[in-house]
């Protein structure tokens, strides 16, 4: 029985390492590229779900040409009242069919732990109320944005929009280039993404609450 016991705790203490590395590693400051020097007068937004954070990226005409493929995808990022455009990058089987943690199937896990071909998925999203409680907002420059766009534009391996169902009607999937997997999550792709765009993040960033 003690045997079993312990064999049972193994696991617990694994999980437990991994997300106390997963805090520290939010904690120590990554590497952050040096981006031209320009006020902050500008935001973008993480939105946070219980096992995922997608990046908002203010829609204007640039921002509007730069996500073509995915407006002529069906993602409606032309209306009006669409005012963000939110990108996140993650594993294929675990991203397209996992809403909650309840959804997780074994060969979804195995594939998220031992590596899964990568995604991205593109959504409008019209005006957020500024206290909504899953948004929290980064003041950065418009070069920083530029810089964050074109690390985006860099990761999609295809234009062409996955035929699997979206989450709403307003969102595509799209081949991403890597590979996900424990150690290089969709929250760690985001935090180098942010680092690479000159925007502060922890050195490694597997979370959500290691995230900015």
């Known amino acids: 029985m ?13 999980i437990g390492l991994y997300l106390l590395a997963a805090t520290i ?23 946070t779900s219980p096992i995922h954070t997608d990046v908002l990226l203010p829609l204007d ?20 009242q669409a005012e963000w455009v939110a990108v996140g990058w993650g594993g294929r089987a675990f991203y397209t069919t996992t809403g909650t943690y309840l959804d997780l199937s074994a060969a979804t896990v195995l594939k998220s732990v031992f590596g899964d071909a990568a995604v991205l998925r593109v959504d409008a999203i019209p005006a957020i109320p500024p206290d909504h409680p899953a948004v929290r907002y980064l003041d950065v420059s418009q070069p920083q944005i530029d810089a964050l766009i074109g690390i985006i534009l860099s990761d999609l391996s295809d234009a062409a929009a996955l035929d699997t169902p979206g989450f709403n009607a307003t969102d595509a999937f799209f081949p991403a280039k890597g590979r996900f997997q424990i150690w290089r999550t969709c929250n760690a792709w985001l935090g ?6 000159g925007i502060p993040a922890g050195i490694w960033t597997p979370v959500n609450w290691s995230l900015p």
């Not at 003690?2 to 694994?14: H, Q, S």
């Not at 005409?61 to 209306?79: E, H, K, S």
């Open 2 to 14: 003690k045997w079993l016991l312990r064999g049972a705790l193994v696991p617990v203490l694994i």
């Open 192 to 197: 180098e993404a942010l680092r690479a765009a």
């Open 25 to 47: 590693g939010g904690v120590i400051p990554g590497p952050v590229a040096d981006i031209a020097d320009a006020p902050a007068d500008r935001r973008i937004g993480l939105v």
């Open 61 to 80: 005409d640039a921002t509007r040409a730069a996500f073509g493929f995915a407006t002529r995808a069906g993602v409606p990022l032309d209306l009006a």
